[in-house]
């Protein structure tokens, strides 16, 4: 298995933006999903958006349903989540996760995915 890797995390005020990035490698990023989770201190890992292997499908959670946007370039191994409209409550670290192999849909279930990077910090102050 082979461990995405994430940047671009940092730490804004409220009504800030973000891009992070997500870079795959090892495996054939084209077939793979994509999806972003976050996890706060205290609280359970939530999913926030994924995308299918073409990035012509798009799930997101009701938190950051218009506010955020996933996208993903295959021909550089990179998916990106484009935070915007940050809130206080947006804090947290972002982890990026790819499933093992082909997909055919995305997916928000935590069960979905194989690969788990580390995460990037994102902080957001009021």
């Known amino acids: 298995q082979v461990q995405p890797v994430e940047c671009g995390g940092a730490s804004v005020q409220a009504g800030g933006n973000l891009r992070l990035s997500c870079v795959g490698s090892?495996?054939?990023?084209?077939?793979?999903?994509v999806a972003w989770f976050r996890q706060a201190p205290g609280k359970a890992r939530e999913a926030v958006a994924a995308?299918?292997?073409?990035?012509?499908?798009?799930l997101y959670s009701d938190s950051v349903k218009g506010r955020f946007t996933i996208s993903r370039e295959n021909a550089k191994n990179t998916a990106y989540l484009q935070l915007t409209s940050l809130q206080p409550d947006d804090t947290g670290t972002y982890i990026c996760?790819?499933?093992?192999?082909?997909?055919?849909?995305?997916?928000?279930?935590?069960?979905?995915?194989?690969?788990w990077g580390w995460g990037t910090q994102v902080t957001v102050s009021s």
């Open positions: 996760a790819t499933t093992r192999g082909y997909c055919s849909g995305p997916s928000l279930v935590r069960d979905a995915y194989e690969n």
């Open positions: 090892g495996y054939s990023f084209k077939s793979i999903c």
């Open positions: 995308i299918n292997s073409g990035g012509g499908d798009t």
